[in-house]
């Protein structure tokens, strides 16, 4: 099956500075979605881009999907961006999400 | 506009019991999908219901079983609980995941003693 890969697994910041959180597929996917887990277990939903780049706020991700890799750029981090960043990956013809192992932040005031 | 609500938040079962979780979806959804998320782990998929039948499954035993109703909303039944279905069950609904991709709801920790 497709294997998702998550780039730094930790990663501990001061607040104000920027990130880059990457994720590499194995596969062609029809469906790409980065999430944040808060401390309470959901899962939020940050961007649906299997393909392009959107941006939302201080976030924005980038997915490249011929070359399997997507990012995700949080700018001027705050200790509320703290939690595990999960990319999750959909392939034609399933129904079911693949995640990665996650990439732990945490931003320090 | 209620997203995916789960009950209940948390559970607490002795080894060898059942139990039932619940999932309402998010309005408009018709696709209901069900995690396993374990301590430090990414959410596993466990199966999907879409027209109140099982469309998809996961690499999880017969003792996971699960049910859709008419109104979207969904169950999902553990049998004969091990220590090790101890985890975090995420419900997870969506339209058009072609084009939307899915909405999680807070999930169901669910602890097996």
């Known amino acids: 099956g497709i294997q998702v890969e998550q780039s730094p697994p930790d990663l501990i910041l001061q607040e104000g500075a920027n990130s880059t959180l990457r994720c590499n597929f194995s596969?062609?996917?029809?469906?790409l979605q980065w999430f944040h887990q808060n401390p309470w277990g959901q899962l939020i939903n940050l961007f649906y881009i299997p393909s392009g780049t959107k941006q939302n706020g201080r976030l924005s991700a980038t997915t490249v999907a011929t070359e399997r890799y997507s990012l995700l750029y949080i700018s001027s981090s705050q200790t509320t961006d703290s939690g595990v960043y999960f990319c999750?990956?959909?392939?034609?013809?399933?129904?079911?999400?693949?995640f990665g192992k996650g990439t732990k932040l945490t931003v320090n005031p | 506009d209620a997203g995916v609500t789960q009950s209940p938040t948390h559970l607490i079962k002795t080894r060898g019991q059942q139990v039932t979780l619940r999932c309402s979806p998010k309005?408009?959804?018709?696709?209901v999908s069900w995690y396993q998320q374990a301590l430090g782990q990414g959410p596993q998929f466990i199966f999907q219901y879409y027209e109140e039948e099982e469309r998809q499954r996961g690499n999880f035993p017969d003792r996971f079983s699960g049910h859709q109703f008419p109104n979207y909303s969904s169950e999902l039944n553990v049998n004969a609980l091990l220590l090790g279905d101890s985890a975090l069950y995420l419900c997870?609904?969506?339209?058009?995941?072609?084009?939307?991709?899915?909405?999680f709801g807070s999930g169901t920790r669910l602890t097996v003693v």
């Open positions: 596969d062609s996917v029809n469906n």
């Open positions: 997870a609904s969506s339209y058009d995941r072609i084009n939307y991709g899915y909405t």
């Open positions: 309005s408009g959804h018709d696709t």
């Open positions: 999750a990956v959909g392939q034609g013809g399933s129904e079911k999400l693949v």
